[in-house]
T-cell receptor
């Protein structure tokens, strides 16, 4: 089966600009996650969707970050305006159910550099 | 609050030897799952092994085994017969019934020929 697809792989923008990342999860996976991974750290959950509804966005900086999952499939994560500290890898993951014993499948990530 | 601690920023192992990567966790929830993921330089996270909090036996998947000590809140990953392709970052993660996961900061494993 096809894995989680993310684009772009790399993005360089200037601070205060906006950027958007796209994710296509594994077919049939109802749960979708966006993680932020700063260099040298583990992934930090930004937002979790169940189908097209938000389950958890407690760590999403809502003044600048937004995410949507239209029709419960593809998802887009946007940053506007970007700050230097947003430089990180943004990982999208999906799983077929929202339970503790279900592993997540990850995309290759988008590496964002804010200059 | 849930927290995962990986105290080894970097580890070296000789090819064909075994290595243990440490993971301790903190939670007051009795129902949780523990995962190990591998992240090669290409960036994607690859699922390795899972252990449930109620599982009586330690999980094993091929060359990977999880040394689960519930009373000590530790879930160490053991890789037997290391291969050069095992060189990567390894992350321990904890998940709960809502599916939310918390990750540690990882251990970089380098396998020497």
């Amino acid at each position: 089966e096809a894995g989680v697809a993310q684009s772009p792989r790399y993005k360089i923008i200037e601070k205060r600009q906006s950027v958007a990342f796209w994710c296509n999860p594994i077919s049939g996976h109802a749960t979708l996650y966006w993680y932020q991974q700063i260099l040298g750290q583990g992934p930090k959950l930004l937002i979790q969707f169940q189908n097209n509804g938000v389950v958890d966005d407690s760590q999403l900086p809502k003044d600048r970050f937004s995410a949507e999952r239209l029709k419960g499939v593809d998802s887009t994560l946007k940053i506007q305006p970007a700050k230097l500290e947003d430089s990180a890898v943004y990982l999208c993951a999906s799983s077929h159910r929202r339970q503790r014993n279900t592993e997540a499948f990850f995309g290759q990530g988008t590496r964002l550099t804010v200059v | 609050a849930q927290k995962i601690t990986q105290t080894q920023p970097g580890m070296f192992v000789q090819e064909k030897e075994a290595v243990t990567l440490d993971c301790t966790y903190d939670t007051s929830d009795p129902s949780y799952g523990l995962f190990w993921y591998k992240q090669p330089s290409s960036g994607e996270m690859i699922f390795l092994i899972y252990q449930g909090s109620y599982d009586q036996q330690n999980a094993t998947e091929g060359r990977y085994s999880l040394n689960f000590q519930k009373a000590r809140k530790s879930a160490n990953l053991v890789i037997s017969a290391s291969q050069l392709g095992d060189s990567a970052m390894y992350f321990c993660a904890m998940s709960f019934n809502a599916g939310k996961s918390t990750f540690g900061d990882g251990t970089t494993l380098t396998v020497k020929p």
